[in-house]
């Protein structure tokens, strides 16, 4: 389970946490796992589409993924369901994401610094027939390295080249972490103008909004074709 002070930030829907009577934002394991099973029983047309960020190791303190959630809310509009999760919380992401892919609905990922490679090593692959429209992974730091991810349909990474970027204390510590910087399988890679890993929102207003909104063009006209 993350850190405890992540509990803070809004995790899950508004609307469904109305829906269940229950109140926001959840602050405890218990009431964590209380609104995951609630999810699993929930009628399939109670939910909509799926967008999960997942934050970074200090993003508990900090929130530099979180503060995407309302960016990403006013990207994406009412037809998706937005959830918050902390790098470490692995089982609960996957939970999330069998659950949605089973209704075939849309999937948009984002993840920043070690989340954004939980989301690329740990949560998609096990999820392997689950369609995902649109994954950003922002400058992903881990000691394992990105893999080929055919369920992906669109993957943007952005990344900071280090031996450019400067010996600054955040950019120290992403450099401990082991950085992907360019990743091969991913469809776009993508260098942001201010070289700062603890800067997701200037890469995600820099790449990731358009990024997003083509892929989600992209499924408006798949769907179009299919009738």
Not at 1 to 16: D, F, G, Q
Not at 41 to 66: E, I, K, Q, S
Request: hydrophobic residues 45%.
């Amino acid at each position: 389970m993350a850190v405890v002070l992540s509990r803070r930030w809004k995790r899950n829907p508004e609307r469904l946490l109305r829906a269940w009577g229950m109140a926001s934002p959840v602050r405890s394991a218990r009431g964590e796992r209380a609104f995951l099973d609630r999810l699993d029983d929930a009628p399939n047309d109670a939910l909509g589409n799926l967008c999960l960020v997942m934050g970074g190791f200090t993003d508990a303190f900090f929130g530099r993924a979180y503060v995407l959630m309302p960016e990403l809310s006013a990207l994406l509009g009412p037809g998706f369901d937005l959830y918050y999760r902390e790098y470490d919380e692995i089982s609960s992401a996957r939970r999330l994401l069998r659950r949605y892919g089973a209704l075939s609905c849309r999937v948009v990922l984002t993840g920043h610094s070690w989340g954004a490679s939980s989301l690329a090593r740990d949560v998609v692959p096990a999820c392997p027939h689950i369609a995902v429209d649109a994954l950003v992974t922002l400058d992903p730091v881990g000691v394992r390295g990105p893999v080929f991810l055919p369920n992906v349909r669109r993957w943007l990474n952005v990344y900071l080249p280090y031996d450019k970027a400067a010996w600054s204390r955040e950019n120290n510590i992403a450099r401990i972490g082991r950085p992907w910087e360019f990743v091969r399988q991913a469809s776009v890679n993508r260098v942001p103008a201010s070289l700062r890993h603890a800067d997701a929102r200037g890469m995600f207003r820099e790449f990731g909004e358009g990024f997003i909104r083509l892929a989600m063009l992209e499924r408006d006209a798949a769907e179009r074709e299919k009738g």
